[in-house]
């Protein structure tokens, strides 16, 4: 894989842990400079000090993407970005009769408003040959128990053809990847979860990890991907040869 340019910038949302830290580290690793943003600054500021530790050049960075003006500061006083990768976002357990239009709003806001309008500010600057990758979720084809997640995962994939074609006259490329069951302290915290159990319904014979997903965000962000654009890859193991399922 060839090398990005030199100083190639790489920002990365939600990059205090999880699939996000793993990002961030593999675009390090890749030779990008990297830039860790997460509203968990004591979580930011140990990613950023454990990829420095390795080698890495990393920089964290605190904030709510859902706080426009903030993120407009941040972007104006950071290079050129190369590459962004839009991995943070939020997610509920909640039944279908007990959802409400505040939280349609709320995940809404943060999952697919905040994407869109930091993914409009980066673009403002971003060089030719930029890449943007969304994350968005296997749970796009439908699930039971969080009905505005999904509903916002799958904006998160229409978005991401719509910016494709805004922005392929800037020579900047856009795709979605999406996650299926990915092992995660995250995902053994919920309420609902039987590891042995989605184990089991997996082609392949195990979970997802988050350098499944890194590797396939790196690729995305490389240059030998220059000719794919708006295009959504999941990334689950092959679960959802099955169809829809609950998660």
Do not use: C
């Amino acid at each position: 894989m060839a090398t990005p340019p030199l100083a190639s910038h790489a920002l990365v949302t939600g990059a205090a842990a999880g699939i996000g830290l793993e990002i961030a580290r593999q675009l390090a690793q890749a030779g990008h400079v990297v830039h860790l943003l997460d509203r968990n600054a004591a979580g930011v500021r140990t990613a950023e000090l454990a990829l420095r530790d390795a080698g890495f050049s990393a920089h964290g960075h605190t904030l709510d993407i859902t706080d426009e003006d903030a993120v407009a500061a941040l972007v104006g006083g950071l290079p050129a970005l190369s590459v962004l990768v839009n991995n943070a976002g939020i997610f509920e357990v909640k039944p279908f009769f007990e959802v409400d239009a505040a939280d349609f709003r709320r995940m809404y806001e943060v999952n697919t408003v905040a994407m869109f309008t930091l993914s409009r500010t980066v673009a403002r600057r971003m060089p030719q040959g930029g890449r943007i990758v969304n994350l968005a979720s296997r749970a796009m084809l439908g699930a039971r128990h969080y009905p505005h997640y999904v509903a916002s995962k799958a904006a998160v994939v229409g978005l991401t053809r719509a910016m494709a074609l805004e922005l392929a006259p800037q020579g900047i490329t856009v795709n979605a990847v999406a996650p299926g069951v990915i092992e995660t302290d995250m995902l053994k915290a919920r309420s609902d979860t039987n590891l042995d159990g989605l184990r089991a319904l997996q082609p392949l014979g195990r979970l997802g990890t988050p350098a499944d997903i890194a590797r396939t965000v790196v690729f995305l962000a490389a240059p030998e991907a220059d000719f794919i654009t708006g295009q959504t890859l999941l990334v689950d193991g092959g679960r959802s040869l099955g169809g829809a399922t609950s998660i």
